[in-house]
């Protein structure tokens, strides 16, 4: 499936650059609006055309959603096969945005450290959060976005997610 | 000729306006809602699974978007579009397996338009096309559709 996936290029994006302001969008973020865990990509990409910053802020809460993913995957192994899915998804995901993102930016992107709960029922369940709090975060880049293009692609992520959380494996 | 299970957005013309992609949307809303009452009088007495319950309430869901759809072309000031007046119909469409394959391939097309009106729209347009887009994924996994990387798109 991921042969056929749209690859954004960052030409692309920068072709739609117009007014917008990646400092808006950064500075009214709040818990609870989809946003899990403020990230340093947003600080470091101030001058970056609004798409192309949407793009590394999507890539950078997917990186981080991903990560929390395999970090549960390691600590039970013997309970979260069906997690596999999950991630697999995001790293078709972060493969269509990766060429959108200037270098630069990507290795800004260090996602906070994820606890796992020693319970793997509750780890399960707060990885639904998380899922479900990325899928709000798209929903809104895609609301932001100025390329057309651009936001299908990310509400169409947001609607991935949102089946992967509606098939939520039991664990 | 009897229109496609979506009401047949035209592809060869070039981006649509968001009037028109909200139309299309509605052209689609129309066809979702056309035959998934077709389909839903055809489930089997004797089935005894969700299928019936499941049909019932994407019908449901889709009148309520179509709804809302004309109400809002309306109030732009243009004439919603209407029903067309014939569906090309999934046939055969008798045995629970292909009502549930007919009602997914109605709720993947619809996803497909309501992706193509999230380009084509911003604002409270947009929120109401990703909210539609993804009322169709994941209505289409009720029919036994599995999860896609990209629904919509894909």
């Known amino acids: ?171 | 000729m009897a229109d496609d299970l979506t009401g047949g957005a035209d592809d060869t013309a070039g981006p649509p306006t968001p009037l028109e992609a909200l139309q299309r949307a509605l052209a689609a809303e129309h066809a979702a809602v056309w035959v998934l009452a077709f389909l839903g009088a055809r489930v089997p007495a004797t089935d005894s699974s969700a299928l019936a319950d499941r049909l019932a309430d994407a019908f449901e869901e889709h009148r309520a978007s179509r709804d809302e759809l004309t109400a809002l072309v309306a109030r732009a000031g243009a004439e919603p579009v209407a029903s067309a007046t014939d569906y090309e119909l999934p046939d055969p469409a008798s045995s629970p397996e292909q009502l549930r394959g007919a009602a997914r391939t109605v709720e993947e097309r619809v996803a497909r338009t309501w992706a193509e009106t999230v380009g084509a729209t911003s604002g409270d347009d947009r929120r109401r096309a990703i909210a539609g887009l993804r009322a169709s994924a994941v209505r289409a996994l009720g029919f036994g559709a599995a999860p896609s990387d990209l629904p919509g798109l894909s």
Request: one cysteine or more.
């Open chain 1, 1 to 171: 499936m991921s042969a056929s996936l749209p690859v954004l290029s960052r030409r692309a994006l920068l072709a739609t650059g117009a007014a917008g302001g990646l400092a808006a969008l950064t500075a009214c973020e709040a818990p609870g609006d989809g946003r899990a865990d403020a990230l340093p990509a947003a600080e470091a990409s101030p001058s970056l055309a609004p798409d192309v910053a949407l793009a590394t802020l999507a890539l950078a809460e997917i990186r981080a959603v991903r990560r929390a993913v395999e970090t549960t995957r390691r600590a039970f192994p013997a309970r979260t096969a069906g997690l596999r899915a999950v991630a697999s998804m995001h790293r078709s995901h972060e493969a269509a945005l990766a060429d959108a993102v200037p270098d630069g930016a990507q290795t800004a992107l260090t996602p906070p450290a994820y606890d796992v709960p020693a319970r793997a029922a509750r780890a399960s369940r707060r990885l639904r959060q998380r899922e479900e709090q990325l899928r709000r975060r798209l929903d809104a880049l895609a609301l932001d976005a100025e390329s057309g293009a651009f936001a299908s692609l990310l509400a169409s992520m947001g609607a991935g997610v949102a089946q992967r959380v509606a098939t939520w494996p039991t664990t």
